[in-house]
């Protein structure tokens, strides 16, 4: 079973519009990082995350990780057709990588 | 430029038919593991590798096997595929296995077994 809980599964939205992507956790994360996949390609690395409290940002997507470490949210700003993809999470439960989860992706679609 | 390099990207075999998927990255990192992505289920990790000759199972290690004999090079193995291997599959690396390394992931290679 899913040990990553990420909301929603699927998201369309309009284009300009903000969005967020959550992703939970039963259990304290050592590392949360997010990754962006087109449809049946590779995963391209967008953030990692590691302190409680941290947030981190890039371009128009900004990443947050809550105090405890167990829920980490993805909000993109101003979304455009480009950001159209599955966004991945992914956390190190372990503490040395052998342990990684991954959420089961949440596909956004941005219409023009 | 740092990559992992995965081969073949496509592949339709049968039954029982033994393969290798082959998997090379270029960052001397040592560690790398094997992910099978499936609708519904995410990416679930199969096997994993800390450094050369040194192996272990992920959540879904049965039917695969690997061998870490050079640094650069982890390849899958599917001994006897069956229909229920038919996934998408993914190498990544990392520097070293230990939470805050960015884990590379290669191209994927779409493997179907009828």
């Known amino acids: 079973s899913q040990e990553l809980e990420q909301s929603p599964q699927s998201l369309i939205v309009q284009e300009g519009k903000n969005l967020t992507i959550n992703c939970t956790s039963s259990k304290t994360l050592y590392g949360l990082y997010w990754y962006k996949q087109k449809y049946g390609e590779g995963l391209i690395f967008l953030m990692m995350?590691?302190?409680?409290?941290e947030e981190k940002s890039h371009e128009k997507i900004t990443a947050k990780l809550d105090e405890k470490k167990q829920q980490s949210s993805l909000h993109i700003t101003a979304s455009q057709p480009s950001h159209a993809g599955i966004y991945l999470c992914g956390a190190d439960n372990s503490g040395n990588n052998n342990d990684m989860r991954f959420g089961a992706g949440t596909r956004l679609t941005v219409k023009p | 430029e740092a990559q992992v390099t995965q081969n073949p990207r496509y592949l339709i075999t049968v039954t029982g038919k033994k393969l290798t998927v082959t998997c090379s990255q270029n960052?001397?990192?040592?560690?790398m593991s094997w992910y099978r992505q499936d609708p519904g289920l995410g990416l679930r990790q199969i096997y994993y590798s800390m450094n050369v000759e040194v192996t272990d199972k992920g959540d879904v290690p049965e039917g695969y096997k690997v061998s870490r004999k050079e640094k650069r090079n982890f390849p899958l193995i599917l001994e006897s595929p069956s229909p229920n291997q038919t996934s998408l599959y993914f190498c990544a690396s990392s520097l070293f296995g230990g939470s805050g390394n960015t884990i590379y992931f290669g191209e994927g290679s779409w493997l179907t077994v009828v």
């Open positions: 995350l590691q302190k409680g409290g």
């Open positions: 960052m001397n990192h040592e560690y």
